[in-house]
């Protein structure tokens, strides 16, 4: 390989993306992503050819299901398909390699998830196992069977909830991921010990229908019963007019709900847990039974706008931030990755808000792969940057008719010239002003001062015409 070659391939998107590179040029940096995008989507249409369900996909990560129910099953087929990949010239240059395996996983985005990780020894002995054919792998796989999972997690939307109802949302799904799955294990163990061969489908089917029976029976069973408790005591104790600390909402980078918006913290906890509960497709129906009687329970109509689920956390996404010593690539988000927020929380945002700046050697603000700090001076920058393209996205938006939803081509028309209607803004200004807010909540929370100064000014009555 000509590592002059491969020095300037692994330089080039940061090249074209830098702001202050001298090969900066918008036009090529669209040509450029645009190439990578037909790349990216041939690359999982490939995949699902191969057999393989796409969880979730991004330029850095690639989340499938193989659809098998032990470890060496998945690792042979995750063999087969990377090797497959790799035979095509398209492909053959991607470096693809499986980061971390899951028994089961609940995923609703990058950062809320919850499943039960595979350990590092146990993947080992199944990719022996695969490469052997049976053996002394196929023992200690077994013997790794009957050792207790972790459950591994990442719930953004809790860290939105009052502290008190916080550590009660992580149990509870715990055990709606962890109990099926156990249930699931002790049936296909049984069918295993009876069945060889040929029999081995047949027994991963009978244990995926002992786990679908099993959610269908303990959702009106035995969450209904344990949430239904819960709830109750909440709505007893939790008040929305409590001034405990560990009973008021927090506020974070990504919070834009109003008090009124967010109601009080049983209903928040109700609209959450049955927002998760109800990724599982094989429990929707049980769950929206479910959440009819916890609002009932609430005194709260179920088609009511204060029963409606809410994102709590309004993403802010920076993207292509490119570590200057190892070229690594990735996009921050500032309101949700779990690092950035849970280190501002110890450092204290609110007196970061005053101006002091974040310094460079923060742990959490460094490279994930190299570990050297970024340049938080430039981060500020960009996102002054962003903030002031959103301004003047505003400032210049198209006008359309309140009737017809025609736009207007005349600059100085005061009415619609098809049929004589009012004209309003495309960007209505409440869902601008949420924006703003959420920059100057990043600001405050992560300790930039100019990003907060500027966006606390156009926050003020009479700027954008707000």
């Not at 300037?8 to 040029?25: E, G, I, T």
């Not at 974070?252 to 109800?278: D, N």
């Not at 029963?307 to 956390?313: G, T, Y």
């Not at 996102?383 to 393209?389: D, G, M, R």
């Amino acid at each position: 390989m000509n590592q002059i070659a491969d020095a300037l391939l692994q330089s080039l998107y940061r090249w074209v993306c830098h702001p202050s590179s001298a090969l900066r040029d918008p036009a090529l940096q669209t040509a450029l992503q645009t190439l990578m995008a037909k790349l990216f989507a041939q690359l999982v249409s490939e995949m699902r050819r191969l057999g393989a369900v796409i969880v979730a996909a991004n330029f850095n990560t690639v989340i499938i299901c193989t659809g098998k129910r032990n470890a060496t099953a998945a690792v042979g087929y995750t063999q087969y398909l990377l090797d497959a990949l790799r035979k095509r010239e398209l492909f053959s240059w991607l470096d693809l390699a499986p980061q971390r395996w899951w028994h089961v996983l609940l995923f609703r985005d990058p950062y809320n998830w919850g499943g039960i990780d595979v350990p590092e020894a146990h993947v080992a002995a199944a990719k022996q196992q695969a490469g052997m054919g049976g053996g002394e792998a196929e023992e200690d796989c077994q013997m790794m069977d009957d050792a207790e999972p972790t459950v591994r997690y990442q719930w953004n939307l809790k860290e939105y909830l009052p502290p008190a109802l916080q550590e009660e949302m992580v149990l509870l799904l715990t055990e709606f991921i962890y109990l099926p799955w156990k249930e699931a294990q002790a049936a296909e163990q049984q069918g295993a010990s009876q069945a060889a061969g040929s029999q081995a489908a047949a027994v991963a089917h009978t244990a995926e229908d002992v786990q679908t029976t099993y959610l269908q029976k303990a959702v009106p069973g035995y969450f209904t019963e344990r949430l239904l408790k819960l709830v109750g005591e909440a709505a007893r104790s939790i008040l929305p007019s409590s001034e405990h600390p560990a009973h008021q909402f927090p506020q974070l980078a990504g919070s834009y709900l109003s008090k009124e918006e967010l109601g009080s913290p049983a209903l928040a906890f109700v609209r959450t847990i049955c927002a998760l509960l109800s990724l599982d497709i094989r429990c929707t129906d049980a769950v929206a039974i479910l959440r009819r009687q916890l609002l009932k329970l609430l005194k709260v109509r179920e088609f009511s706008q204060a029963a409606d689920f809410k994102e709590a956390c309004l993403a802010l996404t920076l993207p292509d931030v490119i570590c200057s010593y190892c070229n690594d690539c990735r996009d921050l988000d500032l309101c949700r990755d779990e690092q950035l927020v849970q280190h501002s929380k110890q450092q204290d945002p609110t007196t970061s808000a005053a101006g002091t700046r974040r310094a460079e050697g923060d742990e959490a603000w460094c490279c994930r792969q190299c570990r050297q700090s970024y340049d938080m001076e430039a981060i500020e920058q960009r996102l002054v940057v962003a903030l002031n393209q959103h301004v003047r996205t505003y400032e210049l938006q198209d006008l359309a008719c309140v009737r017809c939803r025609a736009v207007t081509s005349s600059h100085l028309r005061g009415a619609c010239g098809a049929c004589g209607g009012d004209l309003r803004c495309t960007v209505p200004s409440n869902v601008r002003r949420t924006q703003l807010t959420v920059f100057r909540n990043v600001a405050a929370f992560h300790g930039f001062p100019l990003l907060h100064e500027m966006a606390e000014w156009l926050l003020q009555d009479g700027q954008m015409g707000l």
